[in-house]
């Protein structure tokens, strides 16, 4: 069976549009949160934002296998530390990224039922909620990609842009 939702390629603009807060976390909210979930698990991911679906709001889903986790208006208010790991995104398949982010954060969110939290995350939790939002604010992980591994990833990328028309 497909993913429930489509997830948007590499070169579609709602990719690269910054996201609008979620005014009102109502039955639409939620339908489209347990469809991102559902899809951000049968395509093997372990975070997808709203915007790799089509839908620029800030939201986000990630799971890294203690259970998904919903961030609805998410703000990172704190962070230390750096680590560089490679990263993955459904949106570029097959494409691997060197990214340096801080390795704790503090961040700001609601959940679906339109609770407020503030919470430390570190490691791999930390990795997949900076990724996710970076989303939300159209940034990607080529962004982050040195002229070289731009280089070695430019026919892949133009070959997903090529598909997606």
Request: hydrophobic share 40%.
């Given at each position: 069976?497909?993913?429930l939702?489509?997830?948007?390629?590499?070169g579609d603009?709602?990719?690269?549009?910054?996201?609008?807060?979620v005014?009102?976390?109502?039955?639409?909210e939620?339908m489209?949160?347990?469809?991102?979930?559902?899809?951000?698990h049968?395509?093997?991911?372990?975070?997808?934002?709203?915007?790799?679906?089509g839908?620029n709001?800030?939201?986000?889903?990630?799971?890294?296998?203690?259970?998904p986790?919903?961030?609805?208006?998410?703000?990172?208010?704190?962070?230390e530390g750096?680590?560089?790991l490679?990263?993955?995104?459904?949106?570029?398949?097959?494409?691997?990224?060197k990214?340096?982010?801080?390795?704790?954060?503090?961040?700001?969110?609601?959940?679906?039922?339109?609770k407020?939290?503030?919470?430390d995350?570190?490691?791999l939790?930390a990795?997949?909620?900076?990724?996710?939002?970076?989303?939300?604010?159209?940034?990607m992980?080529?962004?982050?990609?040195?002229e070289?591994?731009?280089?070695?990833?430019?026919?892949?990328?133009?070959e997903?842009?090529?598909?997606?028309?």
């Amino acid at each position: 069976m497909g993913s429930l939702l489509k997830v948007r390629q590499y070169g579609d603009p709602c990719l690269r549009q910054k996201s609008v807060l979620v005014e009102e976390i109502g039955v639409p909210e939620r339908m489209l949160i347990q469809a991102m979930v559902q899809t951000m698990h049968e395509d093997k991911g372990i975070g997808l934002a709203a915007p790799q679906v089509g839908i620029n709001k800030r939201i986000f889903v990630i799971d890294i296998g203690d259970g998904p986790m919903v961030f609805i208006n998410p703000k990172i208010i704190n962070a230390e530390g750096a680590s560089v790991l490679e990263e993955g995104c459904l949106s570029i398949p097959e494409a691997l990224v060197k990214v340096e982010r801080p390795e704790k954060i503090r961040v700001q969110y609601r959940d679906e039922d339109n609770k407020l939290f503030e919470r430390d995350f570190d490691e791999l939790q930390a990795r997949v909620i900076q990724h996710e939002n970076d989303h939300l604010d159209g940034k990607m992980i080529v962004d982050y990609a040195t002229e070289e591994e731009l280089a070695k990833w430019k026919k892949k990328l133009e070959e997903i842009e090529k598909e997606k028309k």
